[in-house]
């Protein structure tokens, strides 16, 4: 696993650590299974991954090329720069 994140960033696991995980468990056998730590989520929805090419963000791109490239990761720092459409509404209804 690898991803892109700003400079200023930081990890925070302690919620994770305390909920055992996530709200929801990729099971080998079983498919997805709810985690029965949490008390209330909604319901699990796959939402496929969009392109950016603006940002060079397509599918079938490796983090590892596009860093060893040192192409522009600015909009992790500056993420009011990241175009509207790149932003995905996730208000559950």
């Known amino acids: 696993m690898a991803n892109l994140v700003s400079a200023g960033f930081t990890s925070e696991y302690m919620f994770y650590e305390q909920m055992q995980g996530g709200a929801y468990y990729l099971m080998e056998v079983g498919g997805w299974v709810q985690n029965p730590r949490y008390p209330a ?20 791109r490796g983090i590892y090329g596009m860093a060893s490239r040192r192409e522009d ?17 996730f208000a559950v209804p």
Do not use: K, Q, T, W
């Open 41 to 60: 989520i909604p319901a699990m929805s796959v939402i496929p991954a969009g392109e950016v090419p603006e940002m060079g963000i397509r599918h079938g």
């Open 73 to 89: 990761f600015s909009y992790l720092n500056f993420p009011e720069e990241i175009p509207d459409r790149f932003c995905i509404d």
